[in-house]
């Protein structure tokens, strides 16, 4: 396979993931913003999660994320507690409302997986995680020897 049909598959595959993703969470009724679900799931995947740690996570401008933050407060999704150990900073949880959206992002996710993985043995589905995490290795890796 020359590197353009890589690219090309690579993307296609992205492009086609994100749509089957954003179809399953409008199905569920669910309305926000990509930055604002991904930055739901950073407080409800990061126990103890801070909007600095979510920011470095997402690799991600802290204003961005403070704003993102800021929306999902008003929308009553998660809330935030005084850190004891810095009292700079708060900790962020799901309220039981933010809890709720992340059970309708879940049933989109495993609609959307269920979707482009639906004609694909195990087998086939485990060489796809070992040869996608050996890509994302090489780099994370070079990143690390970079420096």
Same mark, same amino acid.
């Given at each position: 396979?020359?590197?353009? *049909?890589?690219?090309?598959?690579?993307?296609? $595959?992205?492009?086609?993931?994100?749509?089957?993703?954003?179809?399953?969470?409008?199905?569920?009724? %669910?309305?926000? *913003?990509?930055?604002?679900?991904?930055?739901?799931?950073? %407080?409800?995947?990061? /126990?103890?999660?801070?909007?600095?740690?979510?920011?470095?996570?997402?690799?991600?401008?802290?204003?961005?994320?403070?704003?993102?933050?800021?929306?999902?407060?008003?929308?009553?999704?998660? $809330?935030?507690?005084?850190? /004891?150990?810095?009292?700079?900073?708060?900790?962020?949880?799901?309220? /039981?409302?933010?809890?709720?959206?992340?059970?309708?992002?879940?049933?989109?996710?495993?609609?959307?997986?269920?979707?482009?993985?639906?004609? $694909? *043995? /195990?087998?086939?589905?485990?060489?796809?995680?070992?040869?996608?995490?050996?890509?994302?290795?090489? %780099?994370?890796?070079?990143?690390?020897?970079?420096?």
């Amino acid at each position: 396979m020359s590197d353009n *049909s890589l690219s090309e598959t690579l993307h296609q $595959l992205m492009h086609t993931y994100t749509n089957l993703l954003l179809e399953g969470i409008r199905q569920q009724g %669910v309305d926000l *913003s990509v930055t604002n679900i991904r930055t739901l799931k950073g %407080v409800c995947y990061n /126990p103890k999660s801070t909007a600095l740690s979510i920011s470095k996570h997402m690799q991600r401008d802290k204003a961005q994320i403070t704003r993102a933050l800021n929306d999902l407060l008003a929308a009553e999704l998660i $809330l935030k507690t005084d850190n /004891p150990l810095d009292g700079r900073s708060q900790l962020l949880q799901l309220t /039981p409302k933010g809890e709720a959206i992340m059970a309708k992002l879940d049933v989109a996710e495993e609609w959307a997986k269920g979707q482009l993985t639906q004609d $694909l *043995s /195990p087998v086939d589905l485990a060489l796809f995680f070992r040869v996608s995490r050996t890509m994302i290795d090489n %780099v994370n890796n070079n990143k690390i020897t970079d420096k």
